[in-house]
């Protein structure tokens, strides 16, 4: 090893959301912990996020779900609506016995307000934040990992969290797989809500579905901005035109939906395209001192507005796993890697493949047309509010891969306190 790398107990490569909460959840349980990121400066680019309670569980248990309800806003329902016609097919209420069931709110949010709820308190909890570098390779030999970055630096760590997103490159060392494109190109957009602004179901999460083609709308920032996210299939991705999805097909691919969708398709800015693009689940996420973390280890379509819940689940179950990583004298336990690493990973595969798969399925089913599409309206309204039978196991506090409402430890697991003598 040389002389002039940096150490540390753990580098994390990426500062997006997944970075940020494994940064933190290893800080927390005593490592020393720097997170590198590539860009200039930190932030997310987009607009809205919805944290579902798998995931507000989880900023409940960092003491940050205060944070985000005061700039977030808990949507009352979570209304499907067939975009042609307009119809209500289905509404879930998002309080209430929903609320009680899953132990968290449903909460939609500025992905920048999460972003820096999440960046603040790894300020606070003392890890260290690295801009402006790009780590291009990974070696990891015996109980070190060597990280090597475009301007020549070398960071030298006991353990490495790969959280270099959909198109990552550390992911390499496990896979030889790369991104899957599904047809579908999304623009979103945030406006001010204003007294001219259409009034219905602005407390609401509003999905409209269409032939290949839907439409989100949700408020955010305590009502005051509106959110609007649009997705549609692309006609020239089929022809295997490189630039596909430009507005043009936007606009044409909503020409048969009611007013009020074509209305929203304004609220959208058009400069930023977003192909969607996930991958296949791969099992193995664990290369020697390195393991993936978010949409590195299982990138997924947004249908289920999971990505982001899922990465915040991750980091927790890794907090768990890596209890007793630190000793009393402040040492890091250099053998209790391995063993974590493979718990962690252990634990969340199957879960992270079954909602990747599931989302597939249920982008899917939005997508219909035909008898597709009233077959699909059917069982969509023989639905009842508060039937909970699609829901538990992407919500539900005892899923297995599912993180503790508090860190294991705290919760007297047979692992012991967060230092161990
Ligand atoms: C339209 C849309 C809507 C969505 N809606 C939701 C939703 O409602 N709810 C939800 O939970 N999820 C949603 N998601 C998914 C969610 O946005 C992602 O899953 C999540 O942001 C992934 O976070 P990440 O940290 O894993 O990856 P990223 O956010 O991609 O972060 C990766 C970071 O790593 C940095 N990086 C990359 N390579 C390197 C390198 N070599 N060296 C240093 N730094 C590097 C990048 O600059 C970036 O900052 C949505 C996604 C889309 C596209």
């Given at each position: 090893?040389?002389?002039?790398?940096?150490?540390t107990?753990v580098l994390?490569?990426g500062?997006g959301?997944?970075?940020l909460?494994?940064?933190?959840?290893?800080?927390?349980n005593?490592?020393?912990?720097?997170?590198?990121?590539?860009?200039?400066?930190f932030g997310e680019?987009?607009?809205?996020?919805?944290?579902?309670?798998?995931?507000?569980?989880?900023?409940?248990?960092?003491?940050?779900?205060?944070k985000?309800?005061?700039?977030?806003?808990?949507?009352?329902?979570?209304?499907?609506?067939?975009?042609?016609?307009?119809?209500e097919?289905?509404?879930?209420?998002?309080?209430?016995e929903?609320?009680?069931?899953?132990?968290?709110?449903?909460?939609?949010?500025?992905?920048?307000?999460?972003?820096r709820?999440l960046?603040?308190?790894?300020?606070?909890?003392?890890?260290?934040?690295?801009?402006?570098?790009?780590v291009?390779?990974?070696?990891?030999e015996?109980?070190?990992?060597?990280?090597?970055t475009?301007?020549?630096?070398?960071y030298?760590?006991d353990?490495v969290?790969?959280?270099?997103?959909?198109?990552?490159?550390?992911?390499?060392?496990?896979?030889?797989?790369?991104?899957?494109?599904?047809?579908?190109?999304a623009?979103r957009?945030?406006v001010p809500i204003t007294p001219?602004?259409?009034?219905?179901?602005l407390?609401?999460?509003?999905?409209?579905?269409?032939?290949n083609?839907h439409?989100?709308?949700?408020?955010?920032?305590?009502?005051?901005?509106?959110?609007?996210?649009?997705?549609?299939?692309?006609?020239?991705?089929e022809?295997g035109?490189?630039?596909?999805?430009?507005?043009?097909?936007?606009?044409?691919a909503y020409?048969?939906c009611?007013?009020?969708?074509?209305?929203?398709?304004?609220?959208?800015?058009?400069g930023i395209?977003?192909?969607?693009?996930?991958?296949?689940p791969?099992?193995n996420?664990?290369?020697g001192?390195?393991?993936?973390?978010?949409?590195?280890?299982?990138?997924?379509?947004?249908?289920?507005?999971?990505?982001?819940?899922?990465?915040l689940?991750d980091a927790?179950v890794l907090?768990?796993?890596?209890?007793?990583?630190?000793?009393?004298?402040?040492?890091v336990?250099p053998?209790?890697?391995?063993a974590?690493f493979s718990?962690?990973?252990?634990?969340?595969a199957?879960?992270?493949?079954?909602v990747?798969?599931t989302?597939r399925?249920?982008?899917?089913?939005?997508?219909v047309?035909?008898?597709?599409?009233?077959?699909?309206?059917?069982?969509?309204k023989?639905r009842?509010?508060?039937n909970f039978?699609?829901?538990?196991w992407?919500?539900?506090?005892?899923?297995p891969?599912?993180?503790?409402?508090?860190?294991?430890?705290?919760a007297?697991?047979?692992?012991?306190?967060?230092?161990?003598?």
């Amino acid at each position: 090893m040389s002389n002039d790398a940096a150490t540390t107990d753990v580098l994390v490569v990426g500062g997006g959301m997944a970075g940020l909460a494994g940064a933190l959840a290893l800080k927390e349980n005593g490592a020393d912990v720097t997170l590198v990121e590539v860009a200039p400066a930190f932030g997310e680019v987009g607009a809205g996020l919805q944290m579902a309670p798998n995931a507000s569980r989880v900023l409940k248990r960092w003491g940050l779900l205060e944070k985000a309800l005061e700039i977030g806003v808990q949507p009352k329902h979570l209304v499907f609506r067939d975009a042609v016609t307009g119809e209500e097919l289905t509404r879930q209420s998002l309080g209430g016995e929903f609320e009680e069931r899953y132990g968290a709110p449903y909460v939609v949010i500025h992905r920048s307000d999460l972003h820096r709820i999440l960046l603040e308190a790894c300020q606070e909890a003392g890890v260290t934040l690295v801009n402006d570098v790009l780590v291009q390779r990974v070696e990891t030999e015996g109980d070190k990992a060597r990280a090597y970055t475009a301007s020549g630096d070398v960071y030298e760590a006991d353990a490495v969290l790969a959280a270099d997103g959909l198109k990552s490159s550390l992911r390499g060392g496990v896979a030889t797989d790369g991104p899957v494109s599904s047809a579908y190109v999304a623009y979103r957009g945030t406006v001010p809500i204003t007294p001219e602004t259409p009034a219905a179901d602005l407390e609401d999460v509003i999905v409209y579905l269409g032939p290949n083609c839907h439409l989100v709308q949700y408020p955010l920032r305590k009502g005051e901005l509106l959110n609007t996210v649009a997705v549609f299939k692309s006609a020239s991705f089929e022809r295997g035109e490189e630039q596909y999805g430009g507005v043009d097909e936007l606009e044409a691919a909503y020409a048969g939906c009611v007013p009020a969708v074509q209305e929203a398709l304004k609220n959208l800015a058009t400069g930023i395209r977003w192909p969607m693009y996930d991958r296949d689940p791969i099992e193995n996420w664990v290369s020697g001192r390195m393991a993936l973390i978010g949409d590195a280890a299982h990138p997924m379509l947004q249908y289920l507005a999971q990505g982001a819940c899922q990465a915040l689940e991750d980091a927790a179950v890794l907090q768990d796993a890596t209890q007793g990583l630190v000793f009393t004298d402040g040492r890091v336990n250099p053998s209790a890697w391995e063993a974590a690493f493979s718990e962690f990973n252990g634990a969340r595969a199957a879960r992270t493949a079954r909602v990747q798969r599931t989302a597939r399925i249920w982008g899917e089913s939005w997508h219909v047309d035909g008898v597709a599409r009233v077959l699909r309206n059917m069982l969509f309204k023989s639905r009842g509010d508060n039937n909970f039978q699609y829901n538990d196991w992407l919500y539900g506090r005892n899923e297995p891969g599912v993180p503790a409402e508090v860190p294991a430890a705290s919760a007297g697991s047979a692992r012991g306190s967060l230092v161990e003598a």
